[in-house]
Nanobody, 125 residues
Framework: VQLQASGGGLVQAGGSLRLSCAAS????????MGWFRQAPGKEREFVAAISWSGGSTSYADSVKGRATISRDNANNTVYLLMNSLEPEDTAVYYC???????????????????WGQGTQVTVSS
């Protein structure tokens, strides 16, 4: 399984970005997917997760109301739309696949085992 994240960049505060994560390998639609981020000097943190079916989602409080996670199982891709970006959103964003297929929504970092390479999001004030 390989995950390729893209879509990051430099944006002004208040702007929007849509991150994409293309997955290779089989059974994409059997696994939950998540987005995490890591700012300089900080630990990697949960941002958003989507269930294997796409029917359930979860968001960190810091992005709730500003972020939307979605997936296209036909094209093995998961997305993260971020609106009203703030300088505090500056980080490297990583997509990840859950360790176990199907099952409930997972939001803990240890519940994910395949990770993309990350895409940098920088929000200027």
């Amino acid at each position: 399984v390989q995950l390729q994240a893209s879509g990051g960049g430099l944006v002004q505060a208040g702007g929007s970005l849509r991150l994409s994560c293309a997955a290779s390998g089989r059974a994409f639609n059997s696994y939950g997917m998540g987005w995490f981020r890591q700012a300089p000097g900080k630990e990697r943190e949960f941002v958003a997760a989507i269930s294997w079916s796409g029917g359930s989602t979860s968001y960190a409080d810091s992005v709730k109301g500003r972020a939307t996670i979605s997936r296209d199982n036909a094209n093995n891709t998961v997305y993260l739309l971020m609106n009203s970006l703030e300088p505090e959103d500056t980080a490297v964003y990583y997509c990840a696949r859950t360790r176990s297929p199907v099952g409930p929504l997972r939001i803990r970092l240890l519940e994910y085992d395949y990770w993309g390479q990350g895409t940098q999001v920088t929000v200027s004030s």
